[in-house]
């Protein structure tokens, strides 16, 4: 059974940082590209990041483009996400997914989620 799992999530200040982690189990990691999305009270799910099986293509949403990085480590079967600079519409819970469609981009065609985590920033 696949398995995603997410930690880190938390209470900071606006300015702050907070890195978030997601553990894979049940799958093929190295060939899934890996997704962060999150989703406000109110508001539509939305696609943060991306990255590609072989790290080659990564994407970034335009609101978090030079604040968050995405990565992962195979031979962890895990993925983070680097939140630097937060600001209080950061706020929401953060979800991982993962895929094996060629399409990395699009939320249909991620298949496996995660429970989410928490993250609130405060001003």
């Known amino acids: 059974q696949v398995q995603l799992v997410e930690s880190g999530g938390g209470l900071v200040q606006a300015g702050g940082s907070l890195r978030l982690s997601c553990a894979a189990s049940?799958?093929?990691?190295?060939?899934?590209?890996m997704g962060w999305f999150r989703q406000a009270p109110g508001k539509e799910r939305e696609n943060v990041a991306v990255?590609?099986?072989?790290?080659?293509?990564?994407y970034y949403a335009d609101s978090v483009k030079g604040r968050f990085t995405i990565s992962r480590d195979n031979a962890k079967n895990s993925v983070f996400l680097q939140m630097n600079s937060l600001k209080p519409e950061d706020t929401a819970i953060y979800y991982c997914a993962a895929t094996r469609a060629g399409n990395i981009y699009a939320p249909s065609m991620y298949n496996y989620w995660g429970q989410g985590t928490q993250v609130t920033v405060s001003s």
């Open positions: 990255i590609s099986w072989n790290r080659l293509v990564t």
């Open positions: 049940g799958l093929t990691f190295s060939t899934y590209a």
